[in-house]
């Protein structure tokens, strides 16, 4: 079974820092692309950055561009994203997921980041 | 990078077809053939329901079709059934392994 577990989310306050991870079983993670995608409360879905399976090509969101650095380790299954300078509007729950071509089939459930004093 | 145009709602009885339109620009929806929709329960992760403007992952019923005519794509979900109330949202890749996603559609069954 195909897990996807974000995890290091919580309460921060603005100018703060914090890295959230996520952590992938039932398949190869290492043939996959992966995309942190963010949700503010009550808001739509926001792709925030795209990572290749090798880690060789990355992309980021214009708004979060220069704060935020998405990286992978393939022998530990593991994607991360470090966040730097939080503002308020980082408030959001993050999703990681997968990348088949250009779209995604699987998503985690999400880690709840709070920037907040 | 400004998120695609969805209605804000749609609204159906059961059994009827409901159309869910997502407008974006010559730089995302209108330049590639990319189109992907996402349903979400709250609370819940996004699920694919099509990707590649119109072909539906193992295990989607053919209720769910997609199309794209230029900058605007569609989702259809025809025979509406109770457990479709939920959030759609469509994304569409920008180039440059960016995508940009649509302002979410609330599909109400009633």
């Known amino acids: 079974e195909v897990q996807l577990v974000e995890s290091g989310g919580g309460l921060v306050q603005p100018g703060g820092s914090l890295r959230l991870s996520c952590a992938a079983s039932?398949?190869?993670?290492?043939?996959?692309?992966m995309i942190w995608v963010r949700q503010a409360p009550v808001k739509g879905l926001e792709w925030v950055s795209y990572i290749s399976s090798s880690g060789s090509t990355i992309y980021y969101a214009d708004s979060v561009k220069g704060r935020f650095t998405i990286s992978r380790d393939n022998a530990k299954d593991s994607l991360y994203l470090q966040m730097n300078s939080l503002r308020d509007e980082d408030t959001s729950v993050y999703y990681c997921a997968t990348v088949t071509g250009y779209s995604s089939t699987w998503w985690g459930q999400g880690t709840l980041v709070i920037v907040s004093s | 990078q400004s998120a695609l145009t969805q209605p804000r709602s749609v609204s159906g009885s059961p059994g009827q077809s409901v159309t869910i339109s997502c407008t974006g620009t010559s730089s995302d929806v209108g330049g590639y053939n990319y189109v992907s929709w996402y349903q979400q329960h709250p609370g819940k992760a996004p699920k694919i329901k099509i990707y590649?403007?119109?072909k539906r992952p193992s295990g989607v019923p053919d209720r769910f079709s997609g199309s794209k005519s230029g900058s605007t794509a569609s989702l259809t979900i025809s025979g509406l059934q109770a457990e479709d109330e939920a959030d759609y949202y469509c994304c569409s890749y920008a180039g440059s392994y960016t995508y940009v996603f649509g302002t979410g559609t609330k599909v109400t069954v009633l």
């Open positions: 590649d403007v119109s």
């Open positions: 039932g398949f190869t993670f290492s043939s996959y692309g």
